[in-house]
C-alpha cells in the first residue's frame, strides 16, 4: 500500500540529489568514493544491499551536497579525507534537509487521501479513515448503516452518500489537513532515515488518522449520535406488529404518536446542528 507515493518521494530525492549536485558543480567522484554508487543512486537502482536507495555509511556523505552553498565551500570540506567520527560530527545525524526537505506536501497529501477513500471499511485504515468523516454533519447525518439488512436502503439514502462523503473527505481532510499532515510526518521520521520511512509510513498515516478522529464536542459526532438513535428506533417502529399489519390506521396510538415526535425532532437537532457547523465555517472557526 503507498507504493506509489513512495516511488513519487524516491523520484524526487533523486531530482533533489541531482541538482544539489549540479549547483556544487560535481563530479561522480566529489560525492562518493564509489562513482559507481552514485550513478545507482542517481537512476534509482537498488539492491539487497541497498534496499532503500541509500546505504547507511553514505548518508554523512551525501548530506553534505545539502550543508554546502557552492563548490568551493564543498571541496573545502574535503570529506574523503576526515575520519568517520569528524566527518559524522560535522555532517550531523539528521539528514531532514537531504531526505524531507524536497517532498512535495500536497501531492503527498492528497495522494495519501485519494488512497485511504478507496479502501473498504473492512480493512483497519479504511475503517479509520471512514470514522474520521463523521465529523462532517451533513455525511453523519446520513452515515449510519448498521441496520437489519433490508432496512438499510430505506434509512441511508445512496443516491445522496456519494456526493456527501466526497464533500466529508474535503471538509475533514482536504481544506486543513496537509499542516497537521506535516507535522505528525515530522514528528515520526526527524532524524530518521529512509529504513524508517518506508518500513513506518503506513503507522504514520494511521497516526494522522487518529489526530483526525472527530473530539467529543464534534458537531458531526452529535449528529452521528442522533441519527444512530433514530434510525434504530425507525427500525422498532416498523417491526412492530400494529404497523406492519395496519397500513391506515382509523386513529394513531399513543405510542406511534410519541414515536412519531420523537424521530421528528430529532431530524429537526440534525439539522441545525448541520447550520450550526456552516455557521462556525462561515466565521472561519474550526471548532476540533
Known sequence: ????IKKRFYESLIKSIKGRKKKLKLTQE?????????????HSKRDDKHRYLIGPSE??????????EDHESFMKENIFNLKKEERIKKSGNNYDKMLWGHINWDEMFQGVIAELSKLDISEELGKNFEDTLVDYAPYAAIRYDELP??????????DERKKKREDAIEWVHLRHGSGLFKQIFYEKF?????????????EFVSDYL??????????????YSFHKAISRIAVYWQSLAE???????????????LLEEYIYNGRVQMKELEKYQQKFDALNIDIK
Open 59 to 68: 548518508y554523512s556523505y551525501l548530506n553534505f551536497l545539502f550543508l554546502c
Open 149 to 158: 439488512h433490508g432496512y438499510a436502503r430505506k434509512y441511508i439514502f445512496p
Open 1 to 4: 500500500m503507498f507504493e506509489e
Open 243 to 257: 404497523v406492519q399489519y395496519n397500513d391506515m390506521p382509523e386513529k394513531k396510538s399513543d405510542f406511534q404518536i
Open 30 to 42: 566529489d560525492m562518493l568514493r564509489d562513482p559507481k554508487r552514485v550513478s545507482k543512486i542517481l
Open 210 to 223: 487518529g489526530e483526525r478522529r472527530p473530539k467529543d464536542h464534534s458537531l458531526g459526532l452529535q449528529t
Open 190 to 202: 526527524s532524524g530518521k532515515t529512509l529504513c524508517e520511512f518506508n518500513e513506518g509510513f503506513h
